[in-house]
Every structure is written in structure tokens, then in C-alpha cells.
């Protein structure tokens, strides 16, 4: 039978929740499990670019979940589909890179919905397409055409993977109406292939992926239609994304009571999706597990742009009774993700910049400020999109959005589940009030965060192969070892 192999990236996942996973246990029994390191920042979008690239963010160009764009991405810089994409499916909307961002709305801040062309390294799939080629070893090879002689892969979820080089593609992409509603979609390649996943199972619980209603529903669809997308295309090699343990930590802790529900979820998940990728394939693949990173317990937090608005260096607008951050503005902002925080400076002025520098060292839960090349090259983010401070807290501190002194001004956006205004990440979001329908303006009720350097054992997550040889070259991994561990799965040489 043709090798294939199954990665799954789970943030949240470690190496003590291993215990209560058995179906987990069981998929790699066979295999071997090692600590793995993410580097910084450890937030989804680097991580899962750091895996499946190689590289680090100086290299491809991720520094953070957001970006803070001058410029639109180029249209040249979008890899070519694959060949599996026919002719006349080239015309296609999933295979035609739209001009994005549109100039008129630069600068912009922008958060986990960058097409791929803001990757600036070769991801695995377009490796293993470009190096790679099938290894049939008997009649079941789908791909003994000449033609179609590469190995063949499909992504799940990864996010900036909208009109990426890989064969098969699934990510959500919901409609955006001018009235700020919008209605569930998702991306994929083929471009009707949507359509049939909604027959299969209704549309994507986009309401259920992230927010205050986040859970099993988002986690279970994607890992259904992965099931149906084995059993129909049958790829080679298989990302799939499952967030199911990525909010509990963060409302409770990473050690709440909360997460054994979580855990069991996961699991039964688990469980369904080794038999239906089994069915679909007709034998086990290989599987490689990642945990994307840790979370860590915090009991503080600091509000960067308001040290920015001390220093009278932020844009704020004020439009009936309520303020409003304006980056573009602004002499300096701050783009808040987690445990840490780039400040973006729209002018040249290193004076400037080494007064802020100093002024967030008196900040008593920033642990370090990063501010030259010599800074950024210890963490390897030294690239254009980099701010020109980067802030990290301690860890158990991360970084609030919040720019307003009095609440009674706060934008109409920060009591609402709104993650496409708001300048920063903001788990907030996850403590929804029913009874008076809004978020509450209380940064301190987070209880578990992450993205911060890995300096401790707890903030290390698991790497899980059922294959022992995968991890047979070291004894602890970090985050880009992965590109290489599915190469030589494959025999590919970079």
C-alpha cells in the first residue's frame, strides 16, 4: 500500500494530558512520544507556519497572529495550484488569488485571515508536490499517471491556508455582509467540494470555533469533513487543525477541573477519526500528533497601548461619547497577542522608539522588551513585519488590547464578540454574559494564556508519532523539526 501519513496540530495539548486520552494513547502505541518546544511566539499562526515550513519567523515572515499591513500581499508571490487542479478548474475562485488587501484600506491590522501568500517560506505540502514523487507499490496508487505522479496532500484548517499549493483545501471562510453580519462559508479546494461537506453536515459552526460558544461542534465538523475528504481524495499526506482544547485553558486555567471535558471530547473525537481515516485509506496511515503550545496560569495583566496613550503617542478618535484607536493615526500602537505585543511606530524615530523601550521596562508584568536587530535575532523575529518593540510578559502576565481609561467610552466593538475591529486578540470574548448580552470590560477575569517564550517544562507541549522511528533522532523537538520528520517520512530530500 502507498505510505500516508496524518498530522494533527492541537493546541493545548501536553505531555501530562496523555493520561486521559486513550484513544490518543492507543493510535500511537506502537509509535514514541517527546517534549516539544514552540518557539516564539507561541500563538497558532507562527507555530503551525514554523511546522510546516521549517523555518522561523525571520524566515517566512509570520511574527504573530495579526499583522499590520502598509502594503497589499502580490499576486506574483502566490504559489502555483497543483496539478491535480484540472484545466478547467483553473478559473476557479479557490485558485484565483484576489488583489488583497484592496489600498484603499492600508495600513490596516489584520488577524488570522491573511491568505497564504503572507507566508514567505515553502510549506511542506509544496515541498513534497515540487521533491516529492508517489511511491506506488502496487495497483491501489491513485497516482501512477505521469501526470499526477506527486505525492498528494490535503490541509485541514491551518489557518493562512486559503489558496495555498496544496491539492485539497478546507478552511473557514465566512461571508462578511456590509451590515457586519455575516453567514457561515468555508474555502475549499475544489471549489464545490463545500457544497457537499453542507449536504454531509450543514454548514461550518463558525459561532462554535472560537468565542464564548467555542467547543465540541467546530472541533467535531472538522474532523467529519477531514473523514470525508479522506474517503473522497484519498491524500497522501493530511494536516488536520482540532482546537478543541483551546479555550477551557484560558477561561479557567490550564489546570481547571473545567478541561476534563475538554480531554474527553477530544478523545472520542480521536477515536472516530482513526476508524474513518482507516476506512478511507483501507488501512492505518501513520500518525504524527503535534501540540501546538502550552498555556500557563496568569493572575495580571498589562494594557500596552495605554502606556502608549500616557505617552501621548496614540491616534484616538471620539465619535458619540465612545473612542476609537486609529493605527494608522497613531505615532505608536500597540497589536496585542497574548503574552506579548508588537508596538508599530508609523515614523522613523529611534529616539522615540528608545523612550517607549524604557518607559515598558518600568511595567511590572513585561518581562522583556525587545528593541533592535540584536533583540530580535535571539528569538529569530528579525523581519520587516516585526514591530519596532516587541513586548513579552512574565509568565503568568499576557497583553490586553484595551486603549480607553474610562469605561464609559470603551468602542462599541469591546462588548461584543468582534474579532475583525478590535486591534488585539481578546480572550475576554469568552465571558459572554447572557443575561445582559455583552462582554464584560474586565481584562482580569483571564485565567490562562500563552505565546511567551518557552523557559520552563510546563510551557513545553508533546509531539506523538505511531511510527517510533519518526522521533527517533532526538529526545525533545522543537516546533520546526516537524517540516523535516514529514519529509524524511516521505524519503524527500530538501
Not at 491513485?142 to 490541509?155: E, G, L, N, Q
Not at 477515536?271 to 502550552?294: H, I, Q
Amino acid at each position: 500500500m502507498t505510505p500516508r501519513l496524518v498530522f494533527l496540530s492541537i493546541p493545548g495539548l501536553r505531555m501530562k494530558d496523555l493520561d486521559r486520552l486513550p484513544n490518543l494513547r492507543a493510535m500511537t502505541a506502537a509509535g514514541a512520544a517527546a517534549p516539544l518546544s514552540p518557539s516564539f511566539p507561541a500563538v497558532t499562526c507562527p507555530v503551525q507556519c514554523n511546522m510546516t515550513t521549517g523555518q522561523r519567523p525571520n524566515r517566512h515572515g509570520v511574527v504573530a497572529n495579526g499583522l499590520y499591513l502598509h502594503a497589499g500581499l502580490k499576486q506574483g508571490d502566490a504559489p502555483e495550484p497543483p496539478p491535480s487542479v484540472l484545466k478547467a478548474e483553473r478559473d476557479d475562485p479557490c485558485n484565483v488569488l484576489p488583489v488583497w488587501p484592496l489600498a484603499a484600506t492600508l495600513p490596516r491590522v489584520e488577524m488570522w485571515t491573511m491568505p497564504n501568500t503572507c507566508v514567505e517560506a515553502a510549506q511542506v505540502w509544496e515541498t513534497l508536490r515540487k521533491l516529492g514523487r508517489a511511491r506506488c507499490v502496487d495497483e491501489t496508487c491513485r497516482t501512477k499517471s505521469p501526470d499526477h505522479a506527486h505525492i498528494t496532500s490535503a490541509v485541514w484548517f491551518a489557518l493562512l491556508s486559503k489558496f495555498c499549493s496544496a491539492d485539497y483545501i478546507c478552511n473557514f471562510a465566512p461571508v462578511h455582509h456590509p451590515d457586519g453580519s455575516e453567514s457561515p462559508w468555508c474555502y475549499t479546494r475544489p471549489y464545490r467540494f463545500y457544497g457537499e461537506l453542507h449536504e454531509k453536515a450543514g454548514h461550518f459552526p463558525v459561532r462554535h470555533y472560537w468565542g464564548p460558544l467555542a467547543g465540541q461542534p467546530a472541533s467535531k465538523w472538522i474532523t467529519d469533513s477531514a473523514a470525508v475528504g479522506a474517503q473522497k481524495f484519498v491524500p497522501d499526506f493530511f494536516f488536520v487543525y482540532i482546537p478543541r482544547l483551546d479555550y477551557t485553558p484560558q477561561k479557567f486555567g490550564p489546570n481547571a477541573p473545567q478541561l476534563a471535558n475538554d480531554l474527553h471530547d477530544l478523545d472520542t473525537l480521536l477515536g472516530e477519526l482513526r476508524a474513518n481515516f482507516t476506512a478511507a485509506y483501507g488501512e492505518e496511515p501513520t500518525w504524527l500528533v503535534a501540540g501546538e503550545y502550552a498555556m500557563t496560569e496568569v493572575d495580571s495583566v498589562t494594557y500596552p497601548n495605554r502606556v502608549l496613550r500616557e505617552l501621548g503617542l496614540l491616534g484616538i478618535e471620539e465619535r458619540d461619547g465612545k473612542e476609537y484607536l486609529l493605527p494608522e493615526k497613531s505615532k505608536a500602537f500597540a497589536l496585542c497577542d497574548h503574552q506579548f505585543a508588537h508596538v508599530f511606530f508609523n515614523e522613523k524615530d529611534e529616539a522615540l522608539v528608545e523612550k517607549a523601550a524604557k518607559r515598558f521596562k518600568n511595567e511590572p508584568n513585561i518581562d522583556e522588551v525587545l528593541y533592535g536587530k540584536e533583540d530580535f535575532q535571539k528569538y529569530d523575529i528579525d523581519h520587516e513585519r516585526t514591530g519596532q518593540i516587541v513586548l513579552i510578559s512574565k509568565p503568568d502576565a499576557w497583553q490586553a488590547y484595551y486603549f480607553w481609561n474610562d469605561d464609559a467610552k470603551a468602542p462599541d466593538y469591546a462588548g461584543t464578540v468582534d474579532i475583525h475591529r478590535k486591534p488585539g486578540y481578546d480572550p475576554v470574548e469568552l465571558f459572554f454574559d447572557r443575561e445582559t448580552k455583552s462582554i464584560p470590560l474586565d481584562a482580569s477575569l483571564v485565567r490562562g494564556s500563552h505565546g511567551a517564550p518557552v523557559h520552563d517544562a510546563a510551557q513545553k507541549t508533546v509531539l506523538l508519532s505511531s511510527d517510533a522511528a519518526l522521533l527517533s533522532a532526538k529526545k525533545e523537538f522543537d516546533d520546526v523539526d516537524v517540516h523535516g520528520i514529514i519529509l524524511r517520512f516521505f524519503d524527500v530530500e530538501k
